[in-house]
């Protein structure tokens, strides 16, 4: 008895839901008349044996089925006698055993889904032929999961819909009403319009459509339409350039009347018509969607279902309905997300047993011992957490974040020393030739005292030095091989490599990472980033590594002066300039940033350099320093600046990262708009690295709001966390590492800046699951989509 009370209560909540909505027929997802009749054929599942209860529910399908064609007042009224006929039935029910139910299978049945699955491609779908499905593809949309992830960009609230008569001129408005008059005009050559007087109880409205001459055809006399559009008032009318309708033919509402989905789209692919296809798409497969994230997540969190919250995100109900499906699916994608890095830690954890480093260390002791300054406590803390790591048979994965100056190269060092000390070898990787030429000149320096043979291998390398290094290292006869992405070819091959170093890790993918990784006996892997990633980041980032933070820069560190600088006083900037090189000092001058090409850029800064030379700074030595030059230029510079025969050095930003020059004492940075936050704070780092006081000087156009926030910012600040994090607000996490490869996952609806506690959650969340479920791990990687 209660289910019948129930099932008929729920029948009056969706007629006031469809009054609410002003007789749209939108009460619900799929139609408020198809639905209202498909809960009244369940109704009579229920064995009536009441002849009169029989008769009010033909009734009630008859009154229902009307509805759709009715104009509006009538449509008040139907309802009206709706609801009365339910109140009969409901009281039909009182009567003790005039409704009994005998059936019990009421429900509907589920959708045919047959043989789709979400990895169907999307031609399979009956409204996508195969014109569609290629600009599908260019959306990067090529399967049906594909499609049902693609979320919408924006919402267009169009579900309070107004009476004619309250028309706000200026304003956005959806209406309905019933199509009165149509006609075509043709003021000019290729222009057409189309107007339809639109009535509804309290009055008329003229809606205008422009160049759609096809349109006619839909709106013939006595339809009914819901329009939404930008209002005008004339002549006493209000007049309605239509941005969206929908004629009300009793089927589904999509484009109005509700809150209205706008997609990211492709001018081929109009709005209506994905809107359509995904409306179509969510209504035949949701089925082949099912619960992924575990129960005790679902209650911890009071989530949506998946199928409830993916209905809801491209056809959301109301707002509130839209929050909660928006925090399950950034829920949803950051854990998995998670679960996968945490998951291929395990597996490369389990499989193979790593390298323990043990015996004596006697290189890095003595190491240790002939540096000339004490290390900081943070560098001792790093440096133990990965000694440890190394002792294990685990295999290390860790990533050390440390600010640009916070001495991370000698923790490298004590590392691939330890290696050395354990008898295998140790890769040291750096993302540019110059950082690697001075990353291996320092390890020669320090090192081969201490008989460790050290080499450095880079793409330009003549043919046949590097066909005899490649023998030499293969046969074990160098300890430490420093390079650049030339280490990652496949002919390069190690004997016993043991530890993998990646300096500025950021600037290479993930992929690169483990390539490294697969050239040695399962070796220990240490990546170091100089680019403070703000926490949310690296949790993505390198969710899968343990992480250390060098938090403490060395002793007498004096931070460095940074002062903007109008065009109006670059004479003083340079005065400045010649008086700290007549006190011995060095600078950089560094170019503005040019995105087209490197040429240009090169281009720009020999010009830049020659002038500084001849006008301004005729009496000292100005070198050039660019991305074109050959390695044995970039060499034959850098040294001469490392010695101080080069007082001046102009350069791009191939100096931004890992060039330790400490007698350089000033940067001067031109077109200062043209560089993130990040990227500045990075070349800065190239100065303040030793006794003498630094000065950085920013000059540039400084017209847009971002680039004074960006100057303000740097001005104030010098700790590269706090500066990282307004990076990323200023920008944007895809922008974050400029349009380097940056190996940032593609996130389809979680935002790493908004989503940060999410993410928190999710991760801790992932572990747990993982733990307690074991096999999440092989799930992890075919679930999702
Ligand atoms: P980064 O972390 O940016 O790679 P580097 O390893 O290049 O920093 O170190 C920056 C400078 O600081 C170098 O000149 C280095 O010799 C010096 N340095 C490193 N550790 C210490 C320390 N504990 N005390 C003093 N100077 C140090
Ligand atoms: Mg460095």
């Known amino acids: ?242 941005h969206d309708f929908e004629v009300l033919d009793g089927s589904d509402l999509i484009h109005a009347g509700r809150i209205v989905p706008v997609y990211p789209a492709t001018e081929r692919l109009p709005q209506k018509t994905i809107r359509q296809i995904i409306y179509r798409a969510l209504e035949d497969y949701l089925a082949v969607f099912p619960e992924q994230l575990p129960v005790e997540l679902l209650e911890k969190y009071k989530f949506l279902s998946r199928s409830e919250a993916l209905r809801a995100i491209h056809f959301p109900p109301d707002w ?55 290390l900081t406590g943070a560098q001792k803390k790093v440096i133990n957490e990965i000694l440890l790591d190394m002792e294990s048979s685990q295999p290390m994965s860790r990533l050390v974040q440390g600010d640009v100056g916070s001495g991370k190269t000698v923790v490298a060092m004590v590392a691939l020393l330890k290696a050395v000390d354990s008898g295998f070898q140790g890769a040291l990787m750096a993302p540019t030739e110059i950082l690697a030429e001075q990353h291996y000149l320092n390890l020669r320096q320090l090192l081969t005292p201490l008989d460790v043979r050290v080499a450095l291998l880079t793409g330009s390398l003549p043919k046949k030095a590097k066909e005899e290094l490649l023998t030499r290292i293969a046969a074990g006869q160098v300890d430490i091989v420093v390079g650049t992405h030339a280490l990652l070819q496949e002919n390069v091959r190690f004997k016993t490599l043991s530890l993998a170093v990646t300096d500025e890790q950021h600037r290479f993918g993930v992929m690169q990472r483990s390539v490294l990784q697969e050239k040695g006996l399962n070796p220990d892997v240490l990546v170091m980033t100089a680019t403070p990633i703000p926490r949310t980041l690296a949790l993505t980032l390198y969710g899968d590594l343990d992480l250390s933070v060098i938090d403490e820069l060395p002793p007498g560190r004096k931070p460095v002066l940074t002062r903007y600088i109008p065009e109006s006083k670059r004479n003083d900037a340079y005065l400045f300039i010649k008086e700290e090189i007549e006190r011995g000092r060095q600078a950089y001058i560094v170019c503005p940033l040019v995105d087209e090409s490197e040429a240009i850029e090169a281009e720009a800064a020999t010009k830049l350099a020659a002038y500084l030379q001849e006008k301004i700074f005729p009496e000292y030595r100005v070198g050039l320093l660019h991305g074109r030059m050959s390695s044995q230029e970039k060499e034959d510079v850098m040294n001469d600046f490392r010695d101080n025969s080069i007082k001046i050095l102009v350069a791009t930003t191939v100096i931004e990262v890992g060039v330790n020059v400490p007698n350089a004492t000033i940067m001067l940075i031109e077109g200062v708009e043209r560089f993130g936050l990040a990227q500045l704070h990075q070349l800065r780092g190239r100065i303040g690295r030793g006794e003498h006081k630094s000065y950085c000087f920013l000059m540039g156009n400084l017209k847009s709001d971002e680039a004074k926030a960006r100057v303000k910012i740097l001005v104030s600040c010098s700790d590269g966390f706090v500066i990282a994090e307004e990076d990323l607000n200023l920008r944007g996490p895809g922008e974050f590492f400029g349009t380097r490869q940056h190996g940032l996952p593609e996130l389809k609806i979680a935002d790493l800046i908004k989503d940060a506690p999410i993410l928190e959650r999710a991760r801790q969340d992932a572990f747990t699951m993982l733990k307690k479920y074991p096999t999440l791990v092989n799930q992890s990687q075919t679930l999702r989509i």
């Open 1 to 242: 008895m209660a289910e019948i009370r129930e099932a008929i209560e729920n029948l009056k909540q969706l007629l006031q839901r469809e009054e609410r909505l002003g007789y749209t027929n939108a009460a619900c997802f799929g139609g408020f008349s198809s639905h209202f009749l498909s809960c009244l054929a369940e109704l009579e599942n229920f064995s009536l044996d009441k002849a009169d209860a029989l008769v009010i529910l033909k009734y009630l399908a008859a009154l229902i089925s009307e509805y759709p064609k009715l104009l509006m007042p009538e449509r008040r009224e139907t309802l009206h006698k709706i609801s009365a006929a339910l109140d009969s039935l409901s009281q039909l029910g009182g009567e003790a055993g005039a409704l009994v139910c005998t059936n019990k299978k009421a429900k509907t049945p589920p959708l045919p889904v047959g043989k789709i699955g979400p990895q169907a491609a999307v031609h399979a779908l009956k409204q996508v032929g195969p014109n569609r499905a290629k600009i599908l593809a260019r959306l990067g949309i090529k399967t049906l999961g594909e499609l049902i992830y693609h979320f919408p960009r924006r919402y267009e609230d169009r579900s309070k819909i107004k009476k004619i008569a309250e028309l706000q001129p200026g304003e956005i408005e959806t209406f309905c009403g019933s199509v009165l008059n149509v006609e075509e005009l043709k003021p000019r050559r290729r222009l057409t319009i189309i107007k339809a007087t639109i009535g509804d109880a309290t009055g008329q409205a003229q809606a205008v459509w422009f160049n759609q001459p096809y349109l006619k055809r839909q709106l013939s006399k006595g339809v009914n339409v819901l329009v939404t559009g930008k209002v005008e008032r004339k002549f006493f009318q209000s007049e309605v350039a239509v």
């Open 320 to 374: 509130k309905t839209l929050n909660e499906a928006r925090r399950r699916l950034v829920y949803e994608e950051l854990f998995f997300l998670q679960l996968k890095l945490i998951a291929n830690k395990k597996v490369v954890e389990q499989k193979k047993p790593g390298i323990a480093h043990q015996g004596p260390n006697p290189r890095v002791e003595e190491f240790c011992r002939r540096l000339p300054y004490p």
